[in-house]
């Protein structure tokens, strides 16, 4: 796979939001307007090439065994940095942002990477791949936020449109709001891949915890796990 | 006695964690298909939160604040929740194994959640007293149960209905969420004038 492919794969075929379906509750949560959404995509990204190049050069000194708590370690100092700077040079981001910053720590596409990428390629790939992904994740928001901005605020990273500003539909800009637009949206992205055949589920794969998802869907039919 | 009430019903129902908050929502969507795992988990959750506030309080407290160690929280808390959750997991299996026979399978999955360290954080953030961040987490962990189980009832419904072929599997149970926290919506400033 060249570099290119390596970079772009992120962004249309396997973009981490719309088509891997990780990171949802940031997705969600940050997705009320554009500002957020891109402050909120620099931030993951950053996280997640710091932590893909690191992960990449560590890769054959990190024991198998303790692997996802050195992830989970090195990824939340990562998060730490991320989030000093941010409350030093952008107080207001840090403050619609609130929680969800270091929140980034659990997010899924960020140990996904690590464990579906970092662990077995190169530190070039890695970093390579980190910002396809986090590009991926930066647009994937910036699009769920400008519709939910313009239709929900009647706005534009804060401009005000003539006409829809106006008429707010301010669910758009809520809870529900948030959930009805994704799913539009994984909706439309089906209509148009190209092998769609395969229905869409929720997405773990790229989850460090996906063993243990298998087992408790295991579970779920009525069949007992083996341990 | 009023505000402790006040703060559990708020985090029920106006603050829910997963049809306001958007934390949690993984294993929302991932393990609310059938009535029974989704009960698992959510009992499993709300052990986890209160585990995790019992522990992590204390430790910001009496260990971070006092050292000026403020910003080592987000590391700390992971790191806590992690040990926590393998530990409780080992004493279970040893001392209740049949508790871990049934929350067994989800207490690895809740390490990743994001609503176990969003409630400890939160809890710090509010400025809670200990009692209060024990009762804000137990109003979490219910609420998180609450729409788990609401939604799982929901989602047997929808099954066998006739989609169209593009919103079938996860935009038509994402459009249901939504419909589910509409619902959730209505609470909205009825607490706060309950006990006014």
């Known amino acids: ?227 | 006695m009023t505000k402790l009430i006040i703060i559990l019903l708020s985090a029920v129902f106006i603050n829910n964690y997963v049809l306001s908050r958007f934390l949690g929502i993984c294993p929302f969507l991932g393990v609310s298909k059938k009535m029974d795992s989704a009960t698992g988990m959510s009992i499993a959750v709300i052990f986890v939160m209160l585990m995790a506030t019992a522990v992590t309080y204390p430790i910001q407290m009496y260990l971070l604040t006092p050292n000026d160690l403020g910003y080592l929280q987000t590391i700390v808390f992971i790191l806590v929740i992690a040990a926590l959750v393998q530990l409780v997991e080992i004493v279970l299996k040893r001392y209740i194994p049949a508790l871990h026979k049934s929350l067994g399978v989800y207490l690895p999955l809740i390490t990743t959640n994001c609503a176990v360290l969003g409630v400890t954080i939160l809890n710090i953030d509010e400025g809670y007293t200990f009692l209060e961040a024990m009762v804000n987490s137990l109003g979490s962990g219910l609420g998180f149960f609450l729409a788990m189980v609401m939604f799982s009832g929901v989602r047997s419904a929808i099954e066998g209905n006739d989609i169209p072929e593009s919103f079938k599997g996860l935009p038509v149970t994402l459009v249901a969420a939504a419909i589910t926290s509409l619902s959730f919506l209505g609470f909205g400033g009825v607490i706060e004038n309950l006990f006014a």
């Open chain 1, 1 to 227: 796979m060249n570099t290119l492919q390596n970079f772009s794969k992120g962004i249309i075929k396997e973009n981490p939001v719309l088509v891997l379906v990780l990171g949802t509750c940031p997705t969600l949560a940050t997705s009320t307007s554009v500002t957020n959404a891109v402050g909120m995509g620099v931030a993951a990204t950053a996280v997640l090439l710091c932590s893909n190049i690191v992960i990449s050069a560590l890769r054959k000194i990190i024991p198998d065994k303790v692997r996802i708590p050195c992830y989970i370690v090195l990824i939340a100092g990562f998060v730490t940095m991320v989030q000093m700077l941010v409350k030093a040079f952008a107080p207001a981001l840090d403050q619609s942002l609130g929680i969800y910053l270091p929140l980034i720590v659990v997010n899924c596409i960020i140990l996904g990477r690590a464990e579906m990428f970092a662990n077995k390629n190169k530190v070039f790939d890695s970093a390579v791949d980190a910002l396809g992904m986090g590009a991926g994740f930066t647009l994937a928001l910036i699009l769920m936020a400008a519709i939910r901005e313009v239709f929900g605020n009647g706005s534009f990273m804060g401009m005000p449109i003539p006409v829809l500003s106006d008429n707010k539909i301010s669910i758009m800009t809520m809870a529900p709001g948030g959930f009805f637009v994704f799913g539009c949206l994984i909706a439309l992205v089906n209509k148009f891949s190209a092998n769609k055949p395969k229905k869409k589920e929720f997405g773990c794969a790229g989850c460090p915890s996906a063993a243990a998802c298998g087992k408790a869907s295991c579970a779920e039919q009525g069949v007992t796990a083996s341990d």
